[in-house]
């Protein structure tokens, strides 16, 4: 079995966000890049899926030169080979169409991407990815199992969850539950500096949308505390004060 | 140009998040001096249909068949965008739920449409610019998007956009649309929903336990204070990782972004990832021994005390408070 892994570069979870020019840039300096959390998952459900040489696992990554060492990581969590479309991802669509020309030419039996980046938050790669190519698509999956030519995937719904069966090949956006991250090894961080990372130029295609600027949340003011031994106190606040009870 | 709106049903009801969508998709309607026509697919009743005028659709498609009654995203996709070619519908809202996901990419091709996943505001569309405020790193921070785009796709953000009801009813009309065989390639096998609980992401309060808690075995109070504010329970993700709740609980980051009205943190310190999934929140109570918790550096209300004893006066004092009310 054949399996695309799509992964994105992003900022560690821990980073405190700030931005420069005016609110138009996010500000870079000294922030950790790292592999999209659930892109982690989705690449290792897919290394457990091909365990034991039962197929290949193959990561895209649509970015600059300075996402490589992220595409590294991948590798040596274990992915067979790794694709970087040499091009900064401008939005879900521009790196949904990328990736979906290169199935075209370079057909797989499953592809998976993490359910959103914590980036951007769309989770619009996978369903884009899906009608470009006519594919069934699962956003935001729970469990992932194969079986010969079919899968029986968890989709999340509010309040409960939906089991489908659908034949390979699809598109699906992983979240927790469908697999443990994996940390690489020694092995793997040794062997991952000779595998193969195919770069190649992206394909032109119009784009629809434009981020002109950014906002953090408003501050909240001072935390009004109430006694520990006075939670009427806190009731009546909730109830006067703020109006949300 | 009209705007088209999907209407959402669960079980053959229509959702408070659903409204949400109508209220914001009436209000870009009026923005555009146009027409609000809503879509629906599946088994909904025609007077259930006909309330959705209340929240401004003129009009409503009714789609149904055997074959439409569960969502299947590929060909509601198709649907959808039938009837928005149909219609003459430039613009298509949406629900930021979970099959809301699965349908927006879908339709942003369909209709070779910019896509606003996750919206919190009304379209900026001064100078003939389109510009929609949406969530960004995970609820760190805010980004605003301009679609170039003829034809938009927007998706609301749960609980960002108030209901507006007028006494109006909207005119029901029946919509036939076809969708090919191959979209039907998924199969729902099985649909579970615990009808008991309440939705995390729509919900209006949720109360949330962290590993100050100690234990799953702990729980029962955080329940007991759900059930009784009518809230949904969520946790910090250490205490998902360790198995003591389900991942669906799991608020943050890497789990979900809530922005209930008011979200109570019991035993949780609030680090930077679990922050992030929760600043959305109009008001933020927080519960913790530690008074150095920095959760209490973005809560509105905080008591500091042992969970164990807070929590049970807590409850005792919501009693006292709903008899008297």
Redesign the interface.
């Known amino acids: 079995m054949k399996i695309l892994v799509c992964i994105s570069n992003v900022p560690d979870t821990t980073t405190k966000i700030t931005f420069t020019d005016n609110n138009t840039q996010f500000n870079t300096n000294g922030v950790q890049f790292i592999l999209n959390p659930y892109d982690e998952i989705a690449l290792a459900r897919a290394i457990e899926l091909t365990d034991g040489g039962n197929g290949s696992v193959t990561v895209i990554n649509v970015g600059d030169v300075s996402t490589e060492p992220t595409i590294r990581k991948a590798l040596a969590i274990g992915a067979t080979d790794a694709v970087r479309i040499n091009t900064k991802p401008h939005d879900a669509w521009f790196v949904a169409y990328q990736v979906a020309q290169y199935i075209k030419a370079n057909p797989f039996d499953l592809i998976l991407t993490g359910r959103e980046s914590i980036d951007y938050n769309g989770s619009k790669v996978a369903g884009m990815i899906g009608e470009l190519l006519d594919l069934p698509s699962v956003s935001i999956i729970k469990k992932l199992d194969i079986d010969g030519d079919k899968a029986t995937v968890e989709r999340e719904i509010e309040g409960g969850k939906e089991v489908l069966t659908i034949p390979l090949p699809f598109v699906a956006g992983t979240a927790e539950g469908v697999a443990e991250p994996k940390i690489p090894n020694m092995r793997g961080i040794m062997s991952a500096r000779t595998k193969p990372l195919t770069v190649i130029e992206p394909v032109e295609v119009k784009t629809f949308s434009e981020v002109i600027s950014f906002e953090t949340p408003a501050p909240r003011g001072q935390v009004k505390l109430v006694s520990a031994d006075d939670p009427a106190k806190l009731v009546e606040l909730l109830h006067t004060e703020a109006r949300v009870i | 140009m009209s705007v088209l709106i999907y209407t959402e049903n ?1 079980d053959g009801k229509f ?1 408070k998040s659903t409204f949400e969508a109508v209220s914001y998709a009436r209000a870009i309607a009026d923005q555009n001096k146009t027409n609000l026509v809503a879509i629906s697919i599946g088994d909904v009743n025609k007077d259930e249909l006909a309330s959705l005028g209340k929240y401004g659709a003129e009009k409503v498609l009714n789609v149904s068949g055997a074959k439409l009654k569960n ?1 299947v ?2 060909a509601y ?1 198709s649907i959808i965008a039938e009837a928005a070619k149909k219609q003459g519908a430039d613009i298509v809202v949406l629900s930021n ?3 809301g ?6 339709l ?3 209709l ?7 919206a919190v505001a009304l379209p900026d569309q001064t100078g003939g610019k389109f ?1 929609v ?1 949406k ?15 003829t034809n938009k796709v927007i998706s609301l953000t749960p609980n960002s956009y108030k209901i507006v009801e007028t006494p109006s009813k909207a005119e029901v009309e029946d919509f036939s649309a076809e969708a090919k065989e ?1 979209d039907f ?11 008991d ?6 919900a209006d ?1 949720v109360v949330s336990g962290g590993r100050g808690l100690k234990g799953p075995e702990n729980w029962a109070m955080i329940e007991e204070l759900a059930d009784l ?1 009518g809230a949904a329970t969520a946790c910090s993700k250490p205490v ?1 990782d360790a198995g003591w709740r389900p ?2 609980e ?1 608020v943050g ?3 979900i ?1 809530v922005s209930p ?2 979200y109570i943190a019991i035993g949780i310190s609030g680090a ?2 679990h922050l992030a999934g929760v ?2 929140s ?5 519960i913790n021994k530690d008074a150095d918790a920095p959760f ?11 969970a164990f ?2 929590v049970p ?2 409850i ?3 009693k ?2 709903k008899a008297s009310a």
């Open positions: 669960a959702k969502f995203n590929q996709a739920s979970f099959s996901r699965g349908l927006a990419p879908r942003g091709v369909k070779e449409a910019g896509v606003i996943d996750g510009r405020k969530t960004a790193f995970s609820g760190k921070a805010f980004a605003v998007v301009e679609l170039t785009s191959s390639r998924a199969m729902i096998k099985e649909i579970v929903r615990s009808t609980k309440v939705s995390l992401p729509d309060i504010l998902s991942h669906s799991h980051q890497t789990g972004a009205n008011l930077i990832q600043s959305s109009k008001v933020i109570v927080v209490f550096k973005v809560a509105d209300y905080g008591i500091v005390g042992d004893e807070v006066k807590l005792t004092a919501i006292e408070y």
